[in-house]
């Protein structure tokens, strides 16, 4: 027998392997049939509408050997609680499906599990099953999580000309330690779908710098001062490590996982005041949507007053390239 420090999944084997997991989990897997132990968990009936996303976390790619298990397991549920913010809506209930290597030491996954336990526990989420799988590549998982949807979901349409623009919190250089460490705004995202003169909201996880297209409608363009966004110390601290403009950190780091939402103008004096009762979240008005008169494809047409400095691009994240 392999010593408890060294064992690996493969010296487990896959029965043991999901008992360990039930055993992990703890309260946070309700008994069957609601959590792990049939083919398919039961959710009770709910009254409201119901949102489901999924994300992955990828070793080498979301996060590397530097990052704890319990860290890379708070931050899948954490990226998937950011999507159910981003629409106002209230997390209930997770799968997760794993591809893991057999050389996989059943230690760090006891800290993933762990990890991904009290996650769950913070937020009023319940671990309802999942799959585990071998593979010959790096450690993935998938997490789905599903949440009831407010009365009026926020989505990413809606936005009309006149909005101003809002985001949360401070942006750019998450590398530096954000992206594992970031608080999903679910509060914030709740609270912004009972304001009727909120039209559009998106998450940012690929950076302001692109995720800002999927607000614009057609025939607008959005204007933003960059004088106006709020810049991260963690942004300042890469943008002096790495040669880079800070703005260029905050449009196109990614990994922010902060609010951007379209506000209708007229008495956003009583929006920010009631924002700022409602909510420690510092909140920064970025730019405002204006009809185009030029014939840009709708979603590029982003336009910065006074100009950016020399250098500094819009790309964001882009997958797959
Ligand atoms: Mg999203």
Excluded at 13 to 36: C, F, K, M, S, V
Excluded at 57 to 82: C, E, M, Q, Y
Excluded at 281 to 295: E, K, Q
Aim: aromatic content about 6%.
């Amino acid at each position: 027998m392999p010593s408890a420090r060294s064992a690996t999944l493969a010296s487990l084997g896959e029965t043991r392997l999901i008992q360990a997991i039930q055993d992990w989990l703890g309260a946070a897997n309700p008994p069957p049939p609601h959590g792990i132990g049939d083919d398919c968990a039961v959710l009770p009936p709910r009254r409201a509408q119901q949102l489901v996303t999924v994300d992955p976390v990828i070793a080498g790619r979301h996060f590397d050997d530097r990052v704890p298990a319990t860290a890379v397991a708070a931050k899948l549920l954490k990226r998937n609680l950011s999507d159910i913010a981003s629409m106002g809506g209230r997390p209930h209930s997770a799968v997760i499906a794993l591809a893991a290597p057999p050389t996989l030491p059943v230690a760090w996954l006891r800290g993933f599990y762990r990890g991904l336990a009290a996650c769950a526990r913070a937020h009023d989420v319940h671990i309802v099953g999942g799959d585990c799988a071998q593979t010959s590549g790096p450690f993935s998982a998938f997490l789905t999580l599903f949440g009831d949807a407010p009365a009026r979901p926020l989505t990413r349409a809606g936005a009309r000309p006149g909005d101003l623009l809002f985001v949360t919190g401070a942006l750019g250089g998450s590398i530096l330690g954000k992206h594992t460490r970031f608080m999903p705004r679910l509060a914030e995202g709740r609270w912004l779908a009972g304001r009727r003169e909120v039209h559009a909201a998106i998450d940012l996880s690929d950076g302001l710098g692109k995720d800002l297209a999927a607000l614009v409608p057609d025939a607008c363009e959005v204007v933003i001062d960059p004088r106006t966004l709020p810049v991260s110390v963690a942004a300042r601290r890469l943008a002096r490590r790495t040669r880079r403009d800070p703005l260029d950190c905050v449009l196109n780091d990614g990994e922010d996982y902060e609010l951007l939402f379209a506000v209708a103008p007229r008495a956003i004096e009583d929006f920010i005041i009631a924002w700022h009762r409602a909510h420690p979240t510092p909140l920064s008005c970025i730019g405002r949507i204006l009809r185009n008169a030029s014939d840009e494809p709708s979603g590029r047409a982003l336009r910065f007053e006074p100009a950016l400095p020399g250098g500094v691009l819009t790309r964001g994240y882009e997958h797959f390239r």
